[in-house]
């Protein structure tokens, strides 16, 4: 048996489905939890087990169930300045140096692949809000992508519960970002004003990006990917990075024997830059010795 | 070396909670039940950092961090102060972010939440 109770063709189905819709596979430590993430999914849709819901699935033609089962497999986990040490490095280096490459059109472009419920693109901009006078006159988009319609829904509202709200976040932000309210913890409008949020597949679909993307993050999802799924995952990156641009993958995540289109930066501990790039400017180097 | 934290709660079960989670933090524990006990301790010894209760008999932690900021520790070298309470209300917090203290955990929390906190003080 792969999991719990149901069939194992009912596990194959549920991965099948998964994996078409996501590009994401089920590692076997996941598999396990399968019955249990769609339990309420099954409960919403009065469907007693797994091996109904996966007739239901391949009979109803429901739109909804199919959402709500893909979105009930998928991993959200995100917090506030998931890494801090992360966010840290890029405050002080990542956006100095596209701050300089970019001062001619002024213009900053923040892709968040992955973003989940928001967490993490709200981090971002909240940083880049408390440099408000060094990005004054500037275009600065923040733009968060996620396949998790539910996640998405979520991000969009910017509501978090006292747990979610603790996680990584500075008492100090937390008051100046987000309201308190009944409901939770409410970002204000001038921080959610900030960033925008859409139900992509970044396998297939183009991120709203209005220019090439300056910071690309893409943390904890690529593996979730088999590495065919990575590389390609890999490619539509690289397809929407601008020449200088920084990649910030996950802390267990690397490019190493997953794809050519990204290198470590040698300037920047942890981040990656395009390869084809990487070695024609050095200008963190070069104005440092100049 | 390991770094000190002075857990202070008139709670017996919060301190052992706390106590629990630090110790697997590789920190070394010392507990007040009150802000009187807190201060007492804090005049002959310096932790790194202290996880303050706001309500508890004889002195509140709101009084205790009042009295906490005319004690001398020299330049940079002043204990950090994580509230850790009940009170979760954005009036209370406000407050005592405008008293000192550096960070604020809303009860109930659990392990993550606490070394999040005590990761944002530069303490873990």
């Known amino acids: 048996m792969m999991g719990g109770t149901a069939s194992e063709s009912a596990y194959r189905v549920l991965m099948g489905v998964l994996e078409s819709r996501t590009g994401q ?24 087990d797994l091996d109904a819901l996966v007739a239901a699935l391949v009979t109803s033609n429901s739109r909804q ?65 408390e440099q408000d006078s060094k990005w004054a006159g500037w275009r600065v988009d923040i733009v968060g992508t996620d396949v998790s319609y539910h996640a998405v829904g979520r991000a969009r509202v910017g509501l ?15 008051v100046r970002w987000f309201d308190q309210t009944e409901a939770g913890w409410l970002a204000k409008a001038d921080l959610r004003r900030r960033v925008d949020f859409s139900v992509q597949n970044m396998l297939i679909d183009r991120p709203p990006l209005a220019a090439p993307a300056d910071l690309i993050f893409c943390r904890n999802l690529l593996l979730y990917f088999s590495l065919p799924m990575r590389q390609k995952a890999f490619a539509r990156l690289r397809a929407v990075a601008a020449p200088q641009s920084f990649l910030i993958l996950g802390a267990g995540e690397t490019v190493l024997g997953q794809t050519d289109q990204f290198v470590a930066s040698p300037r920047l501990r942890g981040l990656y830059e395009p390869a084809d790039q990487q070695v024609r400017h050095s200008p963190i180097a070069s104005q440092a010795a100049a | ?69 005319d004690l001398d520790f020299g330049r940079d070298d002043r204990p950090r102060v994580v509230f850790c309470t009940t009170e979760n209300s954005i009036d209370h917090i406000r407050a005592a972010i405008e008293a000192g203290a550096d960070e604020y955990v809303m009860k109930p929390f659990d392990r993550e939440t606490l070394e999040g906190k005590l990761q944002l003080v530069g303490v873990a």
Not at chain 1, 28 to 47: C, D
Not at chain 1, 160 to 174: A, D, K, N, T
Not at chain 2, 31 to 48: H, K, S, V, Y
């Open chain 2, 1 to 69: 070396m390991s770094k000190s934290c002075l857990v202070v709660d008139d709670s017996k079960v919060i301190r052992k909670v706390a106590r629990h989670i630090l110790e697997s933090m590789a920190f070394s524990v010392d507990e007040a039940a009150d802000g009187q006990e807190a201060l007492t301790f804090c005049r002959a010894n310096r932790p790194d950092v202290i996880l303050l209760d706001w309500n508890m008999p004889v002195m509140s932690g709101m009084e205790f961090l009042g009295a906490f900021n």
């Open chain 1, 25 to 48: 596979t089920l590692s076997p430590n996941r598999i396990w939890r399968i019955e249990m993430s769609l339990k309420p999914v099954m409960q919403r849709h009065g469907i007693g």
């Open chain 1, 160 to 174: 978090y519960s006292q747990f979610e709200i603790q996680r990584g976040l500075p008492v100090q932000r937390m």
């Open chain 1, 65 to 129: 169930l199919l959402d709500d089962t893909v979105d009930a497999m998928l991993n959200n986990e995100t917090y506030f300045y998931r890494e801090h040490s992360v966010f840290d490095d890029i405050a002080n280096s990542a956006l100095e140096h596209i701050h300089r490459i970019n001062l001619r059109e002024r213009r900053l472009t923040i892709w968040h692949c992955g973003v989940s419920t928001g967490q993490e693109a709200y981090s971002m901009a909240m940083l880049l809000a």
